[in-house]
């Protein structure tokens, strides 16, 4: 039984018992007992189906019960009715069940992406805080050996600058490196990552912009890097990427260090992102997924089409760039 | 070049060999040296011409089970060899290169097979010939992964590692070596982070899967087996201050475990370590402690010596993998696990190099094995940085030299034992319960796979545990374990 109207205002009609609402638009207030009768007399026409207003109201014989009062009732009465019915009622009940499997999966699709998304940011993060870490043990490595190089070799040229003066800076670690790397595998100072050496490379280095680093997991610019920050001298993470970084700089550095020449005897130390394959031209064009970014890409999320919400066990495709919008700005 | 090489290893040969007499078409053939090895029967067809990966042809042995056939010398003057002669001419020209890597692999072989049966004068001969063949900075990647192998098996022949014999890997001259050599440990294990998953995965897993078992704690514990320099715990330092449900910023607490040792491939020691950590977690805001705990020179564990504080959730880790050293002596290990155990930790994370399938081949089986395995682990290198010939070989020559040693001696000393297995069984077997990788851990190492090259998988083998593949070999598995939840304390 339907009672919407529990808290409003009642009286008892004196003649026939009925309860009124006392607003303006007078509603019948369905009793349990009224209702009862009201059951009764539908069952004895023969169900709700078979019962006509009119002919209930002659059978009830309630005083004051009006068609109208009847009609709505009855209806809501055969709608109340109709759960048991749809029991027996299969393709309503597969339409129902497919629609709220489909709704359910939805959810739960919605669920794992947002989950997946805070995944990654926390990735990202813990890179972030790896490489720090590393760079923190490389750094004190640094200033060991200088400290013990510029006592040993009477203070050799001071200054990492980049590996312009790799040949002054660690004339040790020259010894130990130089089957190698040939020039000095540089652990430069926090203020200055630029792994990037040799000649060629120079100018671009100083139009890197550089920031000085903070403790908060801010990283350098250093944008040259690609997301991988050059070789053993820095602990970056492999997810920076920033604005500027364009898909020539990144095509350019491996393939100009790559086939003609050793790419250590110009003195660079290169870790590229591992999808670059120098001799690929269609490897390039395909990073401009990654590393192209356009000042239109906004944080406001993923780019669903990229990240592949795939239920095999098998990762995202490499040329996806997941954290794209979750760079550092510095 | 190459036929007067083989002309050469063709006169080498002759004289250890009882058949003398070559058998087959009087040129003078590659073929006819394979005669005198009682050559495994190969499918030469099958080679292609184009350049595979070098486990590819491993693998191919391994399923013709080659490795196993290979009769000795001087035992037998019947060899099955279906090799035709003309097929070999005829691919030798095309297979240049996998003929390379094959004859490398066969004397490999050979040279294991000869150390096993005590011959030494013959497994130095044939080393003699590998390093001609090899090298371990110029070549192709099977070149270079004979070098180490080479290398590792000479140190075998004579015992302890170094002696008079000339070395292939030279780490300099002995008066620079230490500084030089922290200075290569730190730049390889830096580029090896980079070029690979292989340090970042076991780290993430385990972290995420400590970090989920300890939501509602105010204080950690960990326990680690081999904290080197420490840098699994940046990371989850930095979910810990940052974690949004349960108590904010917990205090952690690490326990290393320190030996008497830690030998030549630790940077710095522990101490040091302790103060990165130190200062670290104060630049971040994490209230942090640091322990040391002292092993017993035979490396057993006593849980006594640990300090433990009430209400704090023990966690032990154990990382096996690179670039820890993965070669610990078993009855270490052991004695660590069972020793935890006995603490009822909240609980136990494992990483450990994955091994394949050895059925029954015993110590050549797990040879093969292993081959097959640092020949993965080798091209998964190159694969993700094709260029960086340099980088790359300060990475084989530091880290995986070494481990290559390693595994092989342990091979080698355990070669009349059954297999060892994986110590996930052993836990399993010890009563720890596992505890499934959730969701977002999955996540997580998948992500990590795609920032690096396509050819690594991850791989649920178990409810807790998963694998780390790269193409179709299994490099590194994973495992979350607990408790039980009954045992007594």
């Not at chain 2, 201050?241 to 040792?261: C, M, Q």
Request: with cysteine.
């Amino acid at each position: 039984m339907n009672s919407h109207h529990d808290n409003r205002p009642m009286c008892v009609q004196p003649d026939s018992g009925l309860v009124l609402t006392t607003d303006p638009k007078p509603r019948l207030r369905w009793t349990v007992e009224l209702h009862d009768r009201f059951v009764d007399a539908v069952t004895q026409l023969g169900g709700p189906d078979k019962a006509t207003p009119k002919t209930i109201m002659r059978v009830m014989g309630v005083k004051g019960l009006t068609l109208y009062h009847l009609k709505s009732h009855l209806q809501k009465f055969r709608l109340g009715k109709q759960p048991h019915k749809e029991f027996n009622d299969h393709s309503m009940k597969d339409a129902v069940a497919h629609t709220w499997y489909a709704i359910r999966m939805q959810m739960e699709v919605q669920r794992r992406l947002h989950e997946q998304l805070e995944v990654q940011r926390h990735l990202q993060l813990r890179i972030e805080a790896q490489g720090k870490y590393m760079q923190s043990i490389l750094e004190r490595a640094c200033q060991t050996l200088a400290g013990e190089n510029m006592a040993a070799a009477g203070g050799a040229a001071g200054g990492y600058k980049g590996v312009g003066n790799h040949r002054g800076v660690l004339p040790h670690m020259d010894g130990a490196m130089k089957d190698n790397f040939g020039p000095t595998l540089n652990f430069p100072p926090f203020q200055d990552l630029n792994i990037y050496g040799g000649d060629q490379h120079l100018d671009i280095q100083h139009n890197v912009e550089r920031s000085s680093p903070s403790l908060d997991g801010h990283f350098m610019s250093n944008k040259r890097h690609g997301p991988y920050g050059g070789g053993g001298g820095t602990g970056k993470s492999p997810l920076i990427w920033s604005d500027e970084l364009r898909l020539q700089d990144l095509g350019m550095a491996p393939s100009c260090l790559g086939p003609q020449d050793d790419p250590f005897k110009t003195g660079v130390i290169q870790i590229g992102p591992p999808s670059i394959d120098t001799t690929g031209i269609g490897k390039l064009e395909s990073l401009s997924d990654i590393y192209d970014t356009k000042p239109g890409i906004s944080n406001d999320g993923i780019d669903e089409r990229k990240f592949e919400l795939s239920p095999k066990p098998e990762r995202p495709s490499p040329r996806r760039a997941p954290f794209q919008t979750e760079r550092m700005n510095p | 070049m190459a036929m007067a090489i083989d002309n050469a290893f063709e006169v080498d040969f002759c004289s250890y060999s009882t058949s003398t007499t070559t058998t087959t078409t009087a040129d003078e053939d590659p073929a006819c040296t394979w005669n005198h090895w009682g050559s495994p029967v190969v499918d030469w067809g099958s080679l292609s011409s184009e350049r595979d990966e070098f486990q590819d042809l491993i693998e191919s042995m391994m399923d013709d089970g080659t490795g196993f056939e290979l009769t000795r010398l001087g035992h037998d003057h019947e060899t099955s060899n279906s090799v035709s002669t003309d097929t070999m001419v005829a691919d030798e020209e095309t297979n240049g290169e996998d003929f390379k890597g094959l004859r490398m692999v066969h004397l490999l072989m050979a040279a294991a097979e000869a150390l096993m049966g005590a011959n030494k004068s013959l497994a130095r001969v044939i080393l003699v010939r590998l390093k001609e063949l090899v090298s371990p900075s110029d070549g192709t990647n099977m070149e270079r992964l004979a070098a180490y192998f080479t290398e590792a098996l000479q140190s075998l022949l004579e015992g302890s590692g170094g002696g008079h014999s000339k070395h292939l890997i030279t780490n300099g001259p002995q008066h620079h070596r230490d500084k030089h050599r922290e200075a290569d440990m730190l730049a390889a294990f830096q580029l090896l982070q980079d070029m690979s998953p292989y340090v970042k995965f076991g780290h993430f897993t385990a972290n995420q899967a400590i970090l989920e078992a300890v939501t509602h704690d105010r204080r950690i514990h960990i326990v680690d087996y081999d904290i080197m320099e420490g840098i699994q715990w940046a990371s989850l330092m930095q979910a810990l201050v940052s974690r949004k449900e349960g108590p904010p910023t917990p205090h952690l607490r690490i326990t290393a475990l320190s030996r008497g040792s830690n030998g030549w491939r630790s940077i710095g020691t522990i101490q040091e370590t302790g103060r990165r950590l130190t200062t670290f977690a104060s630049s971040i805001g994490q209230p942090f402690s640091f322990h040391q705990c002292r092993l017993d020179s035979d490396e057993t564990f006593r849980p006594s010596a640990l300090k433990l504080v009430r209400g704090e959730a023990l966690i032990i880790n154990c990382m096996l993998n690179l670039p820890h050293f993965s070669h610990r002596p078993p009855s270490s290990v052991a004695s660590f696990l069972s020793g935890a155990k006995t603490l009822n930790p909240r609980l136990v994370t494992l990483v450990e190099e994955e091994a394949g399938p050895i059925g029954d081949g015993g110590f050549m089986g797990r040879f093969m094995d292993s081959l097959h395995h640092y020949s993965a682990v080798f091209d998964s290198l190159e694969a993700g940085f094709p260029m960086q010939c340099r980088a790359r070989a300060l990475v084989e020559r530091v880290i995986l030299g070494p481990q290559i040693a390693g595994s092989l001696t342990q091979i080698y000393r355990n070669r009349n034992e059954e297999e060892s297995g994986r110590w996930s069984e052993w836990l399993d077997t010890m009563g720890f319960n596992p505890v499934s990788i959730s969701f977002a851990n999955h996540c997580q190492a998948k992500l990590l796979l795609g920032l690096f090259n396509d050819g690594y998988r991850v791989e649920e083998l178990a409810n807790n545990r998963v694998v780390l593949d790269w193409k179709s070999r299994r490099l590194l598995s994973a495992s979350i374990w607990t408790s039980p939840p009954d045992s007594d304390l």
